[in-house]
C-alpha cells in the first residue's frame, strides 16, 4: 500500500505566498510523475503542476512564473512553492502519485496511482 500525506494549505492574503507539502509513504519502490491539482468550488478538479522522474516539469498557464513545483526523490516528495497567490487559486489542492511498489507473491509489484486527501488554500482579496 502507498499513502500520499500533503500538509501547508491555508489562509494569505493576495500578494502573499504558501507552500505545499506531499510526502509519499509505503513500500514503494519507484515514482514516475508527481503533481499537484486543484478543485475549487463548482469547478472540475484542473492539472496545475507536474514533476517527472527524469526532472521535466509543466506548468498550467494560470500559475506560470507564480508558482514552481519541486521533488526530493530520498524523501519519496513534492512540494509546491506558490507566491503572488490570487484570489482565483482560491481551491482544494489533491497531491498525486505514480509509480510502482512491493508486494508478497509474483511479480512483486504493482503500480500505483494515488491521491492525498486535499488541502485548502485561500487566498483573500
Known amino acids: 500500500q502507498v499513502q500520499l500525506a500533503e500538509s501547508g494549505g491555508g489562509l494569505v492574503e493576495a500578494g502573499g505566498s504558501l507552500r505545499l507539502s506531499c510526502a509519499a509513504s509505503?513500500?514503494?519502490?519507484?515514482?514516475?510523475?508527481m503533481a499537484w491539482y486543484r478543485q475549487a468550488p463548482g469547478k472540475q478538479r484542473e492539472l496545475v503542476a507536474a514533476?517527472?522522474?527524469?526532472?521535466?516539469?509543466n506548468y498550467t498557464d494560470s500559475v506560470k512564473g507564480r508558482f514552481a513545483i519541486s521533488r526530493d526523490g530520498a524523501k519519496n516528495s513534492v512540494y509546491l512553492q506558490m507566491n503572488s497567490l490570487k484570489p482565483e487559486d482560491t481551491a482544494v489542492y489533491y497531491c498525486?502519485?505514480?509509480?510502482?511498489?512491493?508486494?508478497?507473491?509474483?511479480?512483486?509489484?504493482?503500480?500505483?496511482?494515488?491521491w492525498g486527501q486535499g488541502t485548502q488554500v485561500t487566498v483573500s482579496s
Open positions: 498525486n502519485a505514480d509509480g510502482t511498489y512491493r508486494i508478497g507473491g509474483w511479480p512483486p509489484f504493482r503500480s500505483f496511482n494515488i
Open positions: 509505503g513500500s514503494i519502490l519507484s515514482i514516475n510523475t
Open positions: 514533476a517527472t522522474k527524469g526532472g521535466n516539469t
